[in-house]
């Protein structure tokens, strides 16, 4: 049996190794955090149509729709008129044929669900070396003890620790897209229900929405920057002094959203930046997801990326003996998809955070008439105004039937 090691447990991770073990692969996942996100940790996040479809095909769908936040509206304030009531379904309709947005806490603890029992996972360990020779790869972990695998597959984010292994230091594909993003959780103090708000400004954005399984919210901040910030990205309190300085002086909800900052336990900040690599793999590593595509968190539908490149990635590796020509169909099959993807991070960008005072007005009064157009013209205006089309519904899934097992 082909033995795949798969860093990362998160989305794409579990999804890649429920798959290979569908198709008669032997997936070992390896994970650095201590035990499985909490399921309602993290950020709110998007499944569009393809990943929809490869969560229908896990038999996940009754669960994802069951776990959906429930966001119905999004009210966008602008300073002296009174606020914009958008419908959120509407709005994402415009990008893809089906949504759903759910935390991704909750979307990892489904797919792990439906991978953890006949799956080898690994927490509280990461690869410290690969070494590979061309008929497979010897791995050491910081932890545990060397094995060997015949391939090793980075799930394992943004800042992947395989890709720096196996490509080199991200600082050479890592594209920073101009912008920073922030995210911690805060008390619903507004009794937010089904509603997100936010506040766009010149260069900025705030916002906050209800977690309604845990009764909390969540304070999300975005903003531009022409230079990226030096900071040490262990230190949470220098971070958390950066995002105050940022938006010190700011009005509506900023105060009141800071005043919680000090005790948040769950604070993340990040560039928004791509990882733009036109290869993912080198001989028998590769990489999926994040790790390879990043298209910008926050900006680039990632997660939807995640789902169906590592769907593709197991069905393409089942089509082939040999799994080197199978790593390569991967990327060809995945290419064009994830290329077009690349181009939305940047307009979602300019959308969200526009540069200038016409940009935010811009911004409103396009989701003032996505409000009150009839659907056919909203959708119309949504890619009009996020400038692209339909990238993330961009690729047709193939039902693999796989000629090799394992
Ligand atoms: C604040 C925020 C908001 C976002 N909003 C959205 C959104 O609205 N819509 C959307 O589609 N996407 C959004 N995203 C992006 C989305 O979260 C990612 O695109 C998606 O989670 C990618 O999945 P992944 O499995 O490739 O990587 P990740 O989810 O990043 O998972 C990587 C996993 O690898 C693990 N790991 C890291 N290093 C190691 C190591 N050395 N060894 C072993 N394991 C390791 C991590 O602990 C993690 O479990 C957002 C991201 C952030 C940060």
Redesign the pocket.
């Known amino acids: 049996m082909t033995k795949v090691l798969i ?7 579990p999804v890649l190794a429920y798959w290979l073990k569908r198709y008669g692969f032997e997936p070992t996942v ?4 201590p035990a499985l ?1 909490h399921s309602l940790g ?7 149509g393809p990943a929809m479809e490869v969560a229908e095909r896990m038999g996940l769908l009754t669960e994802v729709y069951a776990a959906r936040t429930g966001t119905k509206t999004m009210t966008m304030y602008r300073p002296g008129r009174p606020p914009i009531d958008a419908d959120v379904d509407r709005l994402a309709a415009g990008i893809s044929s089906r949504h759903v ?1 759910i935390m ?1 806490g909750e979307l ?1 603890k489904l797919l792990y669900d439906a991978s953890a029992d006949d799956v080898e996972y690994i927490f509280g ?3 410290a070396s690969l070494d590979d020779d061309g008929e497979g790869v010897d791995v050491t972990f910081e932890q545990g003890e060397p094995r060997r695998f015949d391939l090793v597959i980075g ?8 890709r720096r292994l196996a490509f080199g230091p991200e600082a050479s594909y890592l594209k920073y897209l101009g912008g920073y ?1 922030a ?1 911690y959780t805060v008390p619903n103090y507004l009794g937010l229900d089904g509603q997100m708000l936010v506040h766009p400004a010149i260069g900025k954005l705030v916002g906050t929405y209800p977690v309604h399984q845990t009764g909390q919210a969540r304070a ?1 901040f975005l903003w531009r920057r022409p230079e990226p910030l030096s900071y040490d990205y262990r230190d949470v309190d220098q971070q958390k002094d950066l995002l105050r300085q940022e938006f010190a002086g700011s009005g509506w909800e900023v105060p009141k959203l800071f005043s919680y900052l000090d005790e948040a336990e769950d604070f ?1 900040l ?1 560039s928004i930046s791509q990882i733009t690599l036109d290869h993912w793999h080198r001989g028998r590593v590769a990489l ?4 390879g595509y ?2 910008g ?2 900006v ?7 789902m169906v490149t ?1 769907y593709v990635l197991a069905g393409e590796l089942a089509s082939y003996a040999d799994p080197v020509a199978g790593l390569r169909a991967y990327e060809d099959q995945v290419r064009d998809f994830v290329l077009e993807n690349r181009k939305v991070g940047p307009s979602m960008m300019k959308a969200l955070v526009p540069t200038s005072k016409a940009g935010v007005w811009l911004t409103v009064h396009a989701l003032h008439l996505i409000n009150k157009l009839p659907t056919g013209l909203q959708n119309l205006v949504t890619r009009q105004s996020l400038g692209f089309a339909k990238a993330l519904d961009s690729i047709e899934l193939k039902d693999y039937q796989p000629s090799k097992v394992g």
């Open positions: 860093s990362g447990a998160s989305v794409a991770g390896v994970e650095r955090a996100r993290g950020h709110a996040i998007d499944l569009f947005e991704r990892t360990d990461s690869i799930a394992d984010g943004l800042h992947s620790n395989v993003l995210v999300l993340y990040d999926v997801g994040d790790a990043s298209p968190p926050a680039g539908g990632g997660t939807s990326l995640a590592a």
